[in-house]
C-alpha cells in the first residue's frame, strides 16, 4: 500500500475541512489518493441515495434531488465560463 502525497502547504480553509470526519476523509482521498477512488465515492453516494429511496419511500427518492439541483446549476454556469 503506498501513501497518498499531499503538498506541504496547504491553505487554512482546506485543511480544516479535511479534518472533518466523514466528507473531509472522503474529499482528501479523492484529491491526493489514487483516480480510481471518484468512482467508489460515487457508488458509495448513489447507494447512499437508493436506501434512503427504500427506507423513507418517494419523499426519499425525491429531496436528494431537489437538493442537487443548485450543484447542478453551478456546474452548468462552469461549463458556459470555459
Same mark, same amino acid.
Given at each position: ?8 502547504? #496547504?491553505? &487554512?480553509?482546506?485543511? /480544516?475541512? %479535511?479534518?472533518? @470526519?466523514? *466528507?473531509?476523509?472522503? =474529499?482528501?482521498? $479523492? ?16 447507494? #447512499?441515495? &437508493?436506501?434512503?429511496? /427504500?427506507? %423513507?419511500?418517494? @419523499?426519499? *427518492?425525491?429531496?436528494? =434531488?431537489?437538493? $442537487? ?14
Amino acid at each position: 500500500m503506498t501513501l497518498a502525497v499531499q503538498p506541504s502547504a #496547504l491553505p &487554512l480553509w482546506q485543511r /480544516l475541512f %479535511f479534518k472533518i @470526519p466523514v *466528507l473531509g476523509w472522503v =474529499a482528501k482521498d $479523492l484529491l491526493f489518493g489514487d483516480k480510481n477512488n471518484v468512482w467508489f465515492a460515487l457508488i458509495g453516494f448513489v447507494s #447512499l441515495w &437508493l436506501s434512503s429511496a /427504500l427506507t %423513507f419511500g418517494l @419523499p426519499g *427518492l425525491y429531496l436528494p =434531488a431537489l437538493a $442537487l439541483v443548485p450543484v447542478v446549476f453551478v456546474v452548468l454556469l462552469l461549463i458556459t465560463k470555459g
